[in-house]
T-cell receptor
Framework: NAGVTQTPKFQVLKTGQSMTLQCAQD?????MYWYRQDPGMGLRLIYY???????DKGEVPNGYNVSRLNKREFSLRLESAAPSQTSVYFC????????????FGSGTRLTVV | GDSVTQMEGPVTLSEEAFLTINCTYT??????LFWYVQYPGEGLQLLLK?????DKGSNKGFEATYRKETTSFHLEKGSVQVSDSAVYFCALSGSSYKLIFGSGTRLLVRP
């Protein structure tokens, strides 16, 4: 079982560059999420997709865009990277509803210089 | 809005000591509660959950009881091992169905 697969695992960008973080899940989950993790701040929701064809903003959406390409794939794009976006990014997926936990990917460590 | 508060770490224990990590929450309605564990360099893994008041979640020797009267979901383990060293996150899922996380508590277990 692959679960949730994120690529790349590590990335260094220069300020102003763009990139797309990829995420795919093989559990037939309806919902997918992008979080960022910063020291002392836990995980903060960037964007989520409750089902294929829908996306919504989370707590910290500024500077990011997302695409739910199909039921399996949910990508996160940084159009013009800034040092404040240096973080570890996690993708997750879940069944719909409050009783289900999330399955997380192993993360992408992004550094913007 | 909904929120989760965890005790600040790091928590440092000797092997075989008793562990408690406190977690309290604020939410409307009847949220589901979760504990996640994150080992160094890895993503978060679901450790245990409880979906209604008085439920006890348990896994790998860890336990937590959903206490609605005190709005708490404290994580406990009777005898910790070095391999339990990790960061532990408490989280809730309410009417919005989105998980809201606490800030995490780092546990360090010394041999």
């Amino acid at each position: 079982n692959a679960g949730v697969t994120q690529t790349p695992k590590f990335q260094v960008l220069k300020t102003g560059q763009s990139m797309t973080l990829q995420c795919a899940q093989d559990m037939n989950h309806n919902s997918m999420y992008w979080y960022r993790q910063d020291p002392g701040m836990g995980l903060r929701l960037i964007y989520y997709s409750a089902s294929e064809g829908t996306t919504d903003k989370g707590e910290v959406p500024n500077g990011y865009n997302v695409s739910r390409l199909n039921k399996r794939e949910f990508s996160l794009r940084l159009e013009s990277a800034a040092p404040s976006q240096t973080s570890v990014y996690f993708c997750a997926s879940s069944e719909s509803g409050q009783f289900y936990g999330y399955t997380f990917g192993s993360g992408t460590r992004l550094t913007v210089v | 809005g909904d929120s989760v508060t965890q005790m600040e770490g790091p928590v440092t224990l000797s092997e075989e000591a008793f562990l408690t990590i406190n977690c309290t929450y604020t939410a409307t309605g009847y949220p589901s509660l979760f504990w996640y564990v994150q080992y160094p360099g890895e993503g978060l893994q679901l450790l245990l959950k409880a979906t209604k008041a008085d439920d006890k979640g348990s896994n790998k020797g860890f336990e937590a009881t959903y206490r609605k009267e005190t709005t708490s979901f404290h994580l406990e383990k009777g005898s910790v091992q070095v391999s339990d060293s990790a960061v532990y996150f408490c989280a809730l899922s309410g009417s919005s169905y989105k998980l809201i996380f606490g800030s995490g508590t780092r546990l360090l277990v010394r041999p």
